[in-house]
């Protein structure tokens, strides 16, 4: 395969790029535990867009894993996690936002930077805003969940260098929040760079 694009995204920056049918992106967790939230739209029609709950339902399975095929909300295949050498990746836990940012942490939070904001910025040069934000995949953020349903967002199982590939089943615009969060241990409070590369 030959690279197309080999980029790294800042600490707490948004990306978008477009990945085309039967390329294949690869993320790296540049420095680890660092999440990647991501949204995944048709590039054809984006009303066509990643759907947590199909692809849940579809592999009966909370996690994402090598093999995991990423479902649209019409149901069809977007991309496939062709590789991965993290144990599992999250899909349930959502994005950050200034607005969450204070409930969980205080008023004092409200100014710092989110995910939201970097989605929103990276969709506005498509013409998309809030109503076009669904629940996303947050790659190697570590968000177990124990036997009586709850949820956590506790240190990370990723590594430094640990990746994640993705072959696109269709054309894709793919949208990315490198997570500027620094209250929880989802980026092991220290945000920082990751890479992507696209090779077709
Ligand atoms: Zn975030």
Known sequence: ?????????????????????????????????QAV?????ALADDAERYSAQDTIAAQGNIFLKTGAVL????????????????AYH??????????????RYGHHTKSQHA??????????????????????INWFMNVPVEADGALGIVDG?????????LRAEMDLV??????????????GFNPTPVRMVVAG
Not at 37 to 41: A, G, S, T, W
């Open 1 to 33: 395969m030959t690279t197309l694009l080999d980029t790294v995204v800042p600490a707490r920056a948004p990306w978008s790029a477009v990945v085309r049918q039967g390329d294949v992106l690869t993320i790296v967790d540049l420095e680890g535990n």
């Open 115 to 136: 995910c939201v904001e970097n989605f929103l910025q990276a969709n506005a040069r498509h013409d998309r805003g809030k109503r076009d934000m669904v629940s996303n």
């Open 37 to 41: 939230d991501f949204l995944l739209y």
């Open 90 to 103: 999250d899909t349930i836990g959502g994005a950050c936002s200034c607005e969450s940012n204070t409930l």
């Open 157 to 165: 199982i990723s590594a430094p260098g640990l990746h994640v590939d």
């Open 71 to 86: 479902l649209s909300n019409e149901g069809r295949p977007m991309a496939t996690v062709t590789a991965t050498n993290v």
């Open 174 to 187: 793919v949208v990315v929040s490198n997570c500027p969060q620094i209250n929880n241990p989802c980026n």
